[in-house]
């Protein structure tokens, strides 16, 4: 399983952005995928993952209201996280993640859940 992030950059306060994250490779059984952050001298963060059914989503506190997680599986397993009203503190390092599930609801958002991450992409926020 491969996952290949994309969608950082630079950003005022207040902007938006959109991450994506592809995952190719063996795709069954279904993935758990979701998203967690590094800011420079901070530990790593859970942000937000969703069910591989697409039905279930859970966010940090710092995420609800402003990011919201979605995925499409119809052609490609993608799953995308829009960042609204972004803040300089959410400046870091955005790394996809996944894992395999078996129930369609189940999501995960402890970082020793997920079996495979991704190369992270890097969100500033400047003020």
């Known amino acids: 399983v491969q996952l290949q992030a994309s969608g950082g950059g630079l950003v005022q306060a207040g902007g938006s952005l959109r991450l994506s994250c592809a995952l190719s490779?063996?795709?069954?059984?279904?993935?758990?995928m979701g998203w967690f952050r590094q800011a420079p001298g901070n530990e790593r963060e859970f942000v937000a993952s969703?069910?591989?059914?697409?039905?279930?989503?859970?966010y940090a506190d710092p995420a609800k209201g402003r990011f919201t997680i979605s995925r499409d599986d119809a052609k490609h397993h993608t799953a995308y996280l829009q960042m609204n009203s972004l803040k300089p503190d959410d400046t870091a390092v955005y790394s996809c993640?996944?894992?395999?599930?078996?129930?369609?609801?189940?999501?995960?958002?402890?970082?020793?859940?997920?079996?495979?991450w991704g190369q992270g992409t890097q969100v500033t926020v400047s003020s």
């Open positions: 490779g063996r795709t069954e059984p279904h993935y758990v």
């Open positions: 969703i069910s591989w059914s697409g039905t279930t989503t859970k």
């Open positions: 993640v996944a894992s395999p599930a078996i129930a369609s609801t189940v999501v995960f958002y402890e970082a020793r859940w997920f079996q495979h």
